[in-house]
């Protein structure tokens, strides 16, 4: 009888793969170097065979990630030509209300107030100091950023314009222990000065215990400082300490701007047509204060 008969053709494949498997097996057991060799020669064929087989797949998953990737692109594309299209028109009715809250101003002989501009910078690192407080942007006096310009983010007051060069800017942020600003607490009405720590939250201090504040209101910037417009927010308090023997309340705030992660800022830059220019050449220095005068915003504080 033949060894592959057709009477029984599976029972001797089945029988001839036995044999060669526990043959495999023994030489593979035993380890010698040739073995070794022929088993790495299969297994690089087995492998690029499996390579060969998978690289459709991956092409194909790769293709698809592409495809997804660009009507994802695209859609925030859509997103955000809407989201600015909303804006522009939002600034077109800003733009008229306060045309008309002007006119009601001169009617009662009041002052109208000028609508400063924002100019988007770049974060584009530290400057070499040890004050973590304090970061560069690329626009300096050329793009008419000055000294003690405000600057905030989407959220709220990010800090000031420390200095300005001909290149760029270095800002100091609002939790710098040297930066202090003028805020209004929540609805009370009654203004305060809120100064940072060093650290991620901001402290007002000497507060009367009988101002209406609770965890949580909104701080808002005067404008009685002269650093920043009016109404700007600033920070939420987050804890309120009181002091009974001496009958006042100290504010600990958190900024509303996120700090840690700042790639674009707006500078508040003067009016169009407003203020003098400056000549461009050596580095600006503070040309007005970074912080309020002290006696005049706590005068102010202590007169709400």
């Known amino acids: 009888m033949a060894l592959f008969d057709t009477h029984r053709p599976g029972f001797n494949r089945l029988l001839v793969l036995v044999v060669v498997s526990i043959a495999l097996m023994s030489l593979d057991r035993v380890?010698?170097?040739?073995?070794?060799?022929?088993?790495?020669?299969?297994?690089?064929?087995?492998?690029?065979?499996?390579?060969t087989i998978h690289q459709p797949v991956v092409m194909v998953r790769s293709i698809g990630r592409w495809f997804g990737d660009r009507n994802e692109l695209h859609g925030e594309l859509d997103r955000l030509r809407e989201e600015n299209t909303l804006l522009r028109g939002q600034m077109q009715q800003f733009v008229s209300l306060k045309r008309e809250v002007d006119e009601l101003r001169a009617l009662l002989d009041g002052e109208a107030s000028d609508v400063p501009?924002?100019?988007?910078?770049?974060?584009?690192?530290?400057?070499?100091?040890p004050n973590d407080h304090l970061f560069t942007i690329g626009r300096g006096f050329?793009?008419?950023?000055?000294p003690g310009d405000p600057v905030i983010d989407a959220q709220g007051v990010v800090g000031q314009v420390l200095r300005s060069t001909a290149t760029g800017a270095t800002v100091i942020e609002l939790t710098s222990r040297d930066h202090m600003l003028s805020v209004v607490l929540g609805e009370s009405g009654r203004t305060a000065l809120l100064r940072g720590?060093?650290?991620?939250?901001?402290?007002?201090?000497?507060?009367?215990?009988?101002?209406?504040?609770?965890?949580?209101?909104?701080?808002?910037t005067s404008g009685i400082d002269e650093a920043f417009p009016r109404g700007y927010p600033v920070a939420r308090i987050s804890k309120i300490e009181t002091d009974e023997a001496q009958g006042f309340i100290r504010l600990i705030a958190e900024p509303v701007a996120d700090l840690s992660r700042l790639d674009y800022v707006l500078v508040v830059t003067a009016p169009p047509d407003g203020g003098t220019s400056t000549p461009s050449g050596a580095a600006e220095t503070i040309d007005r204060p970074a912080v309020p005068p002290a006696t005049d915003a706590a005068e102010a504080a202590d007169g709400d």
């Open 31 to 51: 380890g010698t170097r040739w073995v070794g060799q022929v088993d790495q020669g299969l297994g690089s064929v087995t492998d690029g065979i499996i390579e």
């Open 117 to 129: 501009a924002v100019l988007l910078a770049r974060r584009v690192g530290h400057p070499p100091t």
């Open 142 to 146: 050329g793009d008419d950023i000055r």
């Open 197 to 220: 720590t060093g650290a991620d939250h901001l402290v007002a201090e000497r507060i009367p215990e009988r101002t209406k504040v609770r965890p949580g209101d909104l701080l808002t």
